[in-house]
């Protein structure tokens, strides 16, 4: 089974401009998210960009990259640009890899686009992992999604869910003991045929209040499937401390 990793990358960051050309062990974070998604057993690599410098960094380094619109609001809809400017066929999977993900698993891309092509009546595939600690549990940064028996997705919030009400009746923030509290991973599974319905979904007060684009799929009437995975991945880079951790992994890497 084939599929294409695109990995959307946006020079703009507030914490830290230019994110996508920091040095991450001598390359771009870019270029190292795009070394892991290559071996997910990807058919295609594609680094989706606004900025040319960006584009030039990934092409210097053997990866295809595609300069993309600036005004796109999600990553989702980049990818259906990539998809337009490549003009695949609708039944190609898509797999959206973060680029600030430098250590992201690679098993973890292949686990996503499998699903997906495993459930034809799933729109979209992610993954998700148990919370084991009360901290990342209320951490509104950290997204939690609850799911069926299924395991298609219910939910996603920032908030903490599935809420334990006895056990949390105290005030005291705690984890409940067999609470199946998921912590989502921000990595998406796309048919090329949803993506080009995307950007037409209408927002809903959901995704408004909750700003979580995966949102929009469940309120129009689209099923997620979930992944679940025992192995709690590392975090990408958001802040400065986090760029510092990812930096001196790869250090110990040599």
């Given amino acids: 089974m084939s599929f294409i990793a695109v990995i959307p990358a946006r020079a703009a960051s507030t914490r830290l401009p230019d994110k996508p050309l920091l040095d991450i062990g001598g390359k771009p974070m870019v ?88 459930q034809p009546d799933a729109a979209i595939a992610t ?21 069926t028996q299924q395991q298609r997705a219910l939910y ?18 705690k984890l409940a003991p067999g609470l199946p509290a998921l912590h989502h991973i921000g990595l998406y599974a796309y048919r090329v045929a949803f993506l080009q319905r995307f950007s037409s979904l209408e927002v809903g007060p959901l995704e408004s209040f909750e700003s979580l684009e995966q949102l929009r799929a469940l309120e129009n009437g689209y099923s997620i499937a979930v992944h679940i995975t025992d192995t709690h991945p590392a975090a990408g880079v958001d802040t400065a401390d986090d760029l510092a951790r990812v930096r001196e992994s790869f250090v110990n890497r040599l």
């Fill in 31 to 118: 270029v190292r998210t795009a070394q892991q998604a290559a071996l997910s057993g990807a058919s295609r690599v594609v680094v989706a960009t606004d900025d040319a410098r960006i584009q030039a960094a990934a092409q210097q380094h053997g990866f295809e990259a595609l300069l993309t619109r600036p005004d796109h609001p999600t990553g989702t809809d980049r990818l259906a640009e990539v998809a337009a400017q490549l003009q695949l066929a609708p039944d190609v999977i898509m797999v959206n890899v973060q680029g600030d993900e430098p250590l992201i698993d690679p098993e973890l891309i292949n686990h996503v686009a499998q699903l997906l092509a495993g």
């Fill in 127 to 147: 993954c998700a992992t148990p919370i084991i600690a009360a901290s990342a549990l209320f951490n509104p940064n950290i997204v939690k999604v609850v799911c």
């Fill in 156 to 173: 996603f919030s920032r908030a903490p869910i599935p809420w334990a009400r006895d056990a949390l009746a105290d005030g005291v923030q």
